[in-house]
């Protein structure tokens, strides 16, 4: 079988030298993005855009595709090498390129490029999906040189644009306020995007960004990009406007403190940059990743998702096998497929009481679980629960065994006092000896405990005082092969255990990439669960991710209703971390038929089209859409924020309906005792209708929120 898929994929590749064609283009659907062989046998990008007859991009200048340091370039460079003579300068001709159709959908494209006076070659691999107008693009430097060669910018893609303006989308924030949107029209000059900090990358600046083409990003309208790097490692987004007022974007891991030590007949691989292009604007893009990231970017993206009931928010570390009864029970009693135990379980010489001790040592607390996990565990399936655990196992408190026994793994500077955050040290993940260390904590916890459904893997600090005792003389190699070690660690976890269900966290959202989402089924997009700031949150996410990757928890945070915060939760992956047990009857009532309605729904939200109709950075109100493929059901989220007096809200026009088909609309998820104030709740509309005259989705009221199912009924 592997046989014929290789001959196959032979007898579909179609090898082409310079004699041969010059243009290479890489399309997909409504998408094209053509290369072509010019002067000297340099590599250009010719055109980049909807797909149209006759494509060119008729600029007055000619943009070479990867630009090198060294030579003739006066701007930021793709890629800057020192050869082992020390010759820091590169010069990349095309020498040969490849198409090979994967399958119906998927082709991947190759370019050799080569250095006609050194032994250096660049490739460039762009693999595009025809559906979802998909393109991911990378790069792999081989150094076939005597000696060593020095990386000092690599990036994984380059693209130019010429335009009238250029504005760009970036997310930013911190700490509990993830993924704020901002744009700005970009200046002559370069602007960067980045981040230098290491183990937990996102958190300041995640790896994304939307730019437009003459004029602001708008949902349904317009050029835009929208690109990602898939590296839960230090990234850098470049954007410059030259003289000619062209611009370059030039995305990659970020070269900062980075310069790669590249040893003999060594490959460099960078990681992927995925990107989309679309003249129907935002909401399009989206969707494009939506669709993409189902098949190809998120582990069993296509495989239903659990809910769940989290005790970090109602024990934090105060805990024991009681309280855990308990919150077992209040799960069943919600009706959640999961109990998710966090931090705590674990220390017995240096016990994880708070977040200052026990970090490393992953052996259960006797005093606080004596019978051990497999026991809570039996009792969760009892109760008809699954059970999963939250770890950290990249990490180390200084008062812990681990520390005690192994000094020596752990990131720190020679000569320099340690440097803690919230009380905690990185471990020497570049040592292989902690790899495998990481790895046994996993296998360890699944082997002696079969039943274990689902881990948390956490992640809560940067690296700072960064160095690697393990590198010695190599220092500048350690970010980009920390991700690296990570991502093998996980390799080899995904290879015994391929399928269990995985969380990405990072004390909040500062692990949010395509790159760790190979191997994770979700992510956790911050610890800020307050429901208006929630849904901020979770609107800047929702440019990248589908739904049913964003874990959503109701918690105790904010002072909007349990309604609202419900609702928000619902348009992601549904959990729960909370005290059930002190809700009122009318709550708890509520929320076990928040969990069925969800489950009803959960298909159309975690698969459906996703629209943004009114965004809550534009008006006080904000709602979202989500339409099956099969355009039969449809359910909408509506949030008022902010009445003002004498001010009512527009009818919201639906997106995405059959025109011809009828749908009945009603609202649901109804708290007990309350009724419906949905206009037109109980009638049914042509699409036609809901699109062209839409639908009063806000009660006027301010922090109320409504959840409305459109139902084809013809
Ligand atoms: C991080 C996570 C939280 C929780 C704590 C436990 O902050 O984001 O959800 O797991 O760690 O220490």
């Keep these: 079988?592997?046989?014929?898929t290789l001959i196959v994929s032979f007898l579909l590749t179609f090898c082409f030298f310079e004699s041969q064609a010059q243009t290479i283009s890489i399309t997909t659907d409504k998408t094209a993005l053509i290369l072509k062989v010019g002067e000297k046998k340099?590599?250009?990008?010719d055109y980049f855009g909807k797909k149209v007859p006759d494509m060119t991009n008729n600029a007055p200048q000619q943009h070479e595709a990867y630009i090198t340091a060294g030579t003739d370039n006066l701007l930021e460079?793709?890629?800057r090498i020192i050869h082992t003579d020390g010759n820091p300068s590169l010069d990349l001709n095309y020498i040969s390129h490849s198409v090979v159709k994967k399958n119906e959908n998927v082709t991947l494209t190759t370019i050799i490029l080569k250095d006609p006076a050194y032994p250096v070659e660049v490739d460039l691999y762009y693999e595009s999906f025809f559906k979802e107008n998909i393109i991911k693009t990378w790069t792999k430097i081989?150094?076939?040189?005597?000696?060593?060669i020095q990386l000092g910018n690599y990036a994984s893609s380059m693209l130019h644009f010429d335009a009238a303006d250029y504005w760009l989308t970036q997310f930013h924030g911190d700490w509990a306020k993830e993924m704020k949107m901002e744009e700005s029209r970009l200046t002559h000059g370069i602007k960067i995007l980045d981040s230098k900090l290491g183990a937990r990358p996102n958190l300041f600046q995640p790896p994304f960004f939307t730019l437009s083409l003459n004029g602001p990003a708008d949902e349904n309208r317009g050029e835009v990009i929208q690109g990602t790097l898939a590296w839960t490692g230090n990234f850098q987004f470049a954007f410059e406007i030259d003289q000619f007022n062209s611009?370059?974007?030039?995305?990659?891991?970020?070269?900062y403190a980075s310069t790669y030590q590249l040893g003999v007949g060594k490959s460099f691989d960078t990681p992927e940059f995925i990107f989309t292009y679309s003249d129907n604007g935002t909401g399009e893009a989206s969707r494009n990743f939506h669709d993409w990231a189902t098949k190809y970017g998120i582990l069993d993206g296509t495989q239903p998702r659990l809910t769940l009931l989290n005790n970090w928010e109602s024990t934090g570390f105060d805990f024991n096998e009681a309280r855990l009864s308990k919150v077992l029970d209040e799960a069943k009693t919600l009706g959640v497929d999961m109990f998710l135990l966090d931090d705590g379980w674990f220390g017995n010489k240096y016990p994880r009481k708070d977040d200052k001790a026990g970090l490393g040592d992953w052996q259960v607390n006797k005093k606080k679980l004596p019978s051990g996990l497999s026991h809570l565990a039996r009792e969760g399936k009892d109760k008809g629960l699954k059970f999963g655990i939250w770890i950290e196992p990249e990490m180390v408190n200084p008062k812990s065994e681990l520390y005690e026994k192994h000094p020596d793994w752990i990131l720190k500077l020679p000569n320099r006092e340690e440097n803690y955050f919230r009380n905690q040290l990185v471990l020497d993940l570049l040592n292989p000896e902690v790899q495998n260390f990481v790895y046994n904590v996993v296998d360890k916890l699944l082997s002696d405990n079969p039943d274990l459904a689902y881990i948390k893997w956490d992640c809560n600090r940067m690296m700072t005082n960064t160095y690697s005792p393990y590198l010695k003389n190599n220092q500048s190699n350690l970010y980009v092969d920390y991700t690296r070690s990570?991502?093998?660690?996980?390799?080899?976890i995904r290879q015994k255990y391929p399928h269990l269900p995985m969380m990405l966290c990072s004390g909040g959202g500062g692990r949010t990439d395509y790159g760790g989402l190979k191997y994770f089924t979700e992510f956790w997009p911050s610890d800020d669960t307050d429901g208006i700031e929630r849904l901020f949150i979770q609107w800047g996410y929702s440019y990248f991710f589908p739904s049913f990757a964003m874990a959503n928890h109701v918690t105790s945070w904010g002072k909007e209703s349990l309604k609202f915060r419900t609702d928000v939760a619902m348009m992601g992956k549904l959990g729960y971390d909370i005290n059930v047990s002190q809700m009122p009857a009318d709550e708890l009532h509520f929320s076990q038929q928040s969990v069925q309605t969800y489950k009803s729904l959960e298909s159309v939200i975690w698969h459906g089209d996703m629209y943004h109709l009114v965004s809550p950075y534009k008006e006080n109100l904000a709602v979202l859409q989500y339409v099956s493929k099969a355009q039969d059901k449809a359910v909408l989220f509506s949030y008022t924020l902010h009445t003002r007096y004498g001010s009512e809200f527009a009818p919201v026009k639906l997106k995405g309906l059959d025109p011809k088909s009828s749908y009945k609309v009603e609202e649901t998820n109804l708290f007990p005792g309350t009724t419906s104030s949905f206009h037109e709740n109980g009638q049914s509309f042509s699409g036609a209708y809901l699109m062209d005259m839409g639908l009063h989705v806000s009660s006027g009221k301010e922090l109320s929120s409504a959840v409305i199912t459109i139902t084809r009924v013809q």
């Design 1 to 4: 079988m592997k046989n014929l």
């Design 42 to 45: 340099k590599l250009f990008q």
């Design 77 to 79: 460079p793709a890629i």
């Design 142 to 148: 081989n150094n076939n040189e005597k000696g060593v």
């Design 247 to 255: 611009l370059r974007v030039i995305s990659g891991i970020n070269p």
């Design 486 to 492: 990570f991502y093998s660690v996980l390799e080899r």
